[in-house]
């Protein structure tokens, strides 16, 4: 099923949002199961569940109509408390229950382990191989040099990525001369402030970078040191991937602090953030692939499955992770096209393949399993002028400042793929 097809067939059921779902029952011939390995409980298990809910609303609107070949996919969800032994480990028990589809999008340590654990099982078991399909994870050298490989694919924007939009937002404010990282210790973290003192440099070499910060991974209960770190920097603006709690956390630090620095930030319109945001936050930057206000192109679709989304789970929860609903589009796509099931099938169509979305297309490189689409810049304003939807019921929500096209985002890879042979 091509790219423009399948967005019609997407199309046909979501915007039949009011839609009542009726549960069928399937046998296990009928059914394509998705093995999800994300947190779903300690610090950041409320991320893991919300993601895993957007999971399931993507499922159960293409369940509404048949399914790829269909099928229906059942999504199943595995705890992996946010650890990489323990994600191995829910590999193998997914593994074990005839899973074949795993998706996984919080933390890139993680993401590198579970990588790295699929490429080994399915060099020692052919006739049981595992294709692995990911909607986050920003850790650039994934997709690059000897870490990537055949099975896995990233719809997830790279660190470069978000930073090369955020960076290019930042550079347009002249009164900008300092800027401070802060960033989680580890791999993703310190991706972010690669990319990001690599973009500074190219866009604005005359903004001093006046500090850059790791600090350790859902373990902080109090943000203010760090904080008080930035105040005394005089930085007018800072740069972190921080997500989850550790996010939540940072920024009320930093609006007790009375700072009016502005936060460019990767996943501040995840759950959470925009409750701590509130009128202290706003001016804050955040890049995503799309938000609720983006009105160019064809958002009813989106627009109309995220307000279903907030019906469903909660006038709270915002719909966030929406790079899930292309790759869910892509896979279903991929199993039409190869009338197969098969992961080795499934990865070669899904090798090139493009995809309409609402603020563009989004295409899956075949050299390094890369997706690219634009980029959208959003500012945290007042609802109004602009902000139609507002984030999490605060009166305030996330309003377009710049949109960076996918053509500017394809980058040089230094990734060598050995491809299995048909």
Known sequence: MKGKKMMKFVLGFVLSVGMAFIPLMASASEVIKIGKIDPLSGTFGTAGDMSGNHYVQMAEYINAKGGPLGKKLEIVKFDNKNNAAESVFQLKRAIDQGIRIIGQGHSSGVTAALSDAIVKHNERNPDKRVIFLVPDCTDPSLTEIDKCNF??????????????????????????????????????????????????????????????????????????????????????????????????????????????????????????????????????????????????????????????????????????????????????????????????????????????????ECEMRADNHQAVMPQIVSVFSKKGNGVKYDAENTGFGWKTVNVVPAKDLYFPTTCNMKRPSK
């Not at 039409?336 to 080795?344: A, F, N, Q, R, Y």
């Open 151 to 360: 099975w896995f694919f990233r719809w997830g924007s790279t660190a470069d990525q978000k930073v090369a939009a955020l960076v290019r937002s930042l550079a347009d404010d002249k009164s900008l001369k300092k800027v401070f990282l802060i960033n989680m210790d580890y791999s993703h973290g310190h991706g972010t402030s690669a990319a990001s003192r690599e973009w500074l440099k190219k866009v604005r070499p005359d903004i001093e970078i006046v500090g850059d910060i790791f600090h350790p991974v859902g373990k902080i209960k109090d943000f203010s040191p760090y904080v008080s770190n930035i105040k005394a920097s005089g930085a007018g603006a800072v740069i972190t991937g921080d997500w989850g709690e550790d996010l939540n956390m940072l920024i009320k630090a930093y609006n007790s602090a009375g700072l009016k620095g502005r936060l460019a930030t990767f996943y501040v319109g995840a759950i959470g953030a925009p409750s701590a945001l509130r009128e202290a936050g706003v001016g804050t930057l955040q890049v995503t692939t799309w938000h609720i206000n983006y009105n160019e192109g064809n958002n009813r679709f989106t627009n109309e499955f995220a307000l279903h989304y907030k019906k469903r789970f909660g006038s709270a929860h915002d719909f966030y992770y929406s790079d899930v609903i292309p790759m869910l589009e892509m896979l279903c796509s991929a199993i039409e096209k190869t009338k197969s099931v098969d992961p080795l099938n499934i990865a070669f169509a899904l090798e090139g393949m493009k995809v309409n979305i609402p603020t563009g």
